[in-house]
């Protein structure tokens, strides 16, 4: 360690060794995001135990201007947790930070630490028969504090809100060290400015998110999954809302799938297959629960609300799942569009959201204007309809080598589907964040009242720019770190 | 108009005459707040009748340091519309922004200006079937802009969410005359920190709400009201969890009541009589209600859920209405409590909030405390359970004298009340906000970590401090407005 380094020997006295790494190869892992998109270097990291240990961290970070990289499960999708190329930051992981500290089923309350991965949270609650209504593909590895950070979303978010509608209070430790607690889960507190808020979604940028006081529901008593099929986006919107109008309380999932996406899946995906017969051109899955064993048996509910649908030609075939395997082989092909699609070819993908009231609209009208301009592509819309969350894909033309169209195409079209969001009333980031890979374009479409307010609340926070730099704010040329 | 006050002269050519008010009699009624306890001056009160004449007001006021007061309805409870006594400011008030732009009832939305009152908000919805579940005494004075800038409760909160829930999308005005569109109702939106909330509960201090895009809820189809007794606040929580773990979905009021409360009523409010022949300690007053006609009756609910409560000894006796005119009779027992109180004697108020979980805890310890550090006082807790949310008066000794009593003992209860609700983790301020009144308290009793981020962020946002200076920030001495 240099001598000249003496805020690293304090930061070591703080976490211990146990909680402090240097060496590269065992730093590795953290410096690439998961998709390999960025890779940064950092002088170390530093793995607290204790909210006053990250609260010791960041005074010494503070006082000698370190910029500090907060990190989770390191599972985002938009660069978000890792260090840029200086080699001046450390990496804050909050992955030793893994205790729930509380949980009261009778509440419906739990309080965790940052680090507690998603998967863990869930099992312990399911020991209390209540659950957390949030789930996503990285589950494994997603911590609570990156949840919060990034205000995840994922399937559920129909019936119970993203992130942010779950989390009921707030414990986090500002640039300088002072330990905001905000814990309390108060369902009526006018204190000024709701500062909680603030750190959902803040990625990391106002300070470090320690702990939460979660919302938990009840463990689900079943479900039943079903499959339709309809002619439009703007049909599967109309069978939305009258599922939404029958069964405001149990309908907890809402997707539609193009006959593209569809086809895809069964072309690349092993052990798939269509749950209808014949072809259709859009594919809608429907997930009813209960959680109240009293309450009415899902699958008399959603096949008596699709009899109804089909009578009233709102859908023109469905399909129950049998059994909670076919159940889940109708969510594989949904979570797999992803991955069919990027063994189709080379793609742009977009995490994007409109009005949910727009959302079918905006698939019809971007869609062709995508492919007139670019010729040869090919656009799939799909996504949560409850939500007005679209990921939509831009699938290159046939034979376009993929560094090509990367970088050729890549800084013309992502443009352009902005372009359209925004006119559309949008958000060009719907769950990801903004991270690194959004921030220019952040710049470029804010209106100066927003981009005001951003700068000024990051600036005023992190006055020294310490907490996550060059994520998320674009801060004005002149400003440090932007 | 002086001469050298070239900016009212721009000022008026932006709202014309019929926007800009000088004469003190034409603004006395907007000078003092309603309850009488709050009286200052001001140079003028202009009342634009669009967001961009607002932008410009702002623009003009900024440029020349001119403080701005915001107000809507002017009813509030803390000062927070009303200027102080310098007579620099300018009142800007916001009721001829009173139309109402969108109402989509398949969307469940509604877009409405910051001077559309309450009362004709609910009226316009009922005509589409639709309502705005959040209502309050001065529903027939209290504007959309001041409903989100001091949150504002009520009874619906258990089921609905304070206003906080109910605002999808917001369109303010930055005191530089930026206009923030946020109109958009975005389910899924990850752009950065969310500048909605700072409105929301912020008192005009960070910009002026000009709009909202407010979540709606379908037309009751029927209610039932009912009355029960129990024991103890601890019997009245267990009866709390019980009806919200069995009816969710349609308990949306749980009132409790203490003995001496009730009677109170009883002896000052003409033609009210107790519900329940025998004398009990609480009662508690209950309301389900049913938003889909094909929904469980509500009466049947409620039947059904007493008896077994009866059974299992949570409650000791119970009546439902026979009639809308016994339900608005049950209502009015509650609603009259404050005005019999004040009959009763002269009496200090507390808005407070804690935990659901701790309230009876609360009301348990609180009250004996207070009475006995002040001999001869009485305290009477009652309020909304569901929320945590305690109306706690202490009432004066016998005889005591209105002006000693206020003068006396005021400065030591109040404080005394708070420094047990933040030992039992809860709010000074539940529902009416911090204005005037309690800005002494909420810098006493916040933490570093808190005064720090309310003040960082008042000051970068506002940074000549024209924005409803002196209300709910308690800026650092040497600040201006302090």
Known sequence: MPENEKWQEQMLAV?????FVRADDDMAPWLTDWRGRYTGTAIAMLSPATTQETSDILKIANENAIPVVPQGGNSGMVGGATPDESGQSIILSLRRMNHIRSIAPEDQLV??????VLQSLHEALAEKRQRFPLTLGGKGSATVGGLISTNAGGTQVLRHGTMRALVAGIEAVLPDGSIFDGLAALKKDNRGYDLKHLFVGGEGTLGVVTAATLKTVPALVDRCVAWAAVDSADEAYQLFRFLESRAPLSLEGFEIIPATCLASVLRHIPDTRSPLKDAHRWHVLIEIVRDQADAQDPRSVIENLLATALERDLIKDATLAASEQQAEDFWKIRDSISEAERANGPALQHDISVPVAGMAQFINEASPVIEAKFPGTEVAAFGHMGDGNVHLH???PPGAQTPNWETDYANQIT???HDLVIAAGGSISAEH???QSKRTELERLSSDARLTM?????????PKNIMNPGKLVPLASGQSGS
Request: some cysteine; glycine content about 18%.
């Open 454 to 462: 951003l700068r000024a609340i990051k600036t005023a926070i992190d």
């Open 111 to 116: 309080v965790c630490e940052a680090g507690v």
């Open 15 to 19: 976490v211990g060794p146990k909680g």
């Open 415 to 417: 443009p352009l589907v």
């Open 433 to 435: 964040g903004i991270g």
């Open 394 to 396: 831009v699938k290159a």
